[in-house]
């Protein structure tokens, strides 16, 4: 049983900041990767960031960003592997949506249960 709980949406004003964190829990000995997507209203959920971690020991992890928010968003692992933050600056009003924290353990993927970010222009 795995379980991701998300963190730290809300409302923000256009050029604001805010700080979404994430922690699976569970059966996550496998832990392969760990990512943001973001749903809009009538717009399907699409990735906006992901840390994938090394292929074999010592290789550092990667990390990839959607190229509406590269500059401006940045995602982290916390001082353990099962948690990750996204840190969001200079924030528009398109990036209004729930955001949902996704983890990828072995070929299964799980959800959190999503934390609605509303940016006021």
């Known amino acids: 049983q795995v379980q991701v709980v998300e963190s730290g949406g809300g409302l923000v004003q256009a050029g604001g900041s805010l700080r979404l964190s994430c922690a699976a829990s569970?059966?996550?000995?496998?832990?392969?990767?760990m990512g943001w997507y973001r749903q809009a209203p009538g717009e399907t959920r699409e990735l906006v960031a992901v840390i994938t971690r090394g292929g074999s020991t010592g290789d550092p992890d990667s990390i990839n960003y959607a190229e509406s928010v590269k500059g401006r968003f940045t995602i982290s692992r916390g001082t353990t592997k099962n948690t990750v933050y996204l840190q969001m600056n200079s924030l528009k009003s398109e990036d209004t949506a729930v955001y949902y924290c996704?983890?990828?353990?072995?070929?299964?993927?799980?959800w959190g249960q999503g934390t609605l970010v509303t940016v006021s222009s």
């Open positions: 569970g059966s996550i000995f496998s832990l392969n990767a």
């Open positions: 996704n983890a990828r353990i072995s070929i299964m993927e799980y």
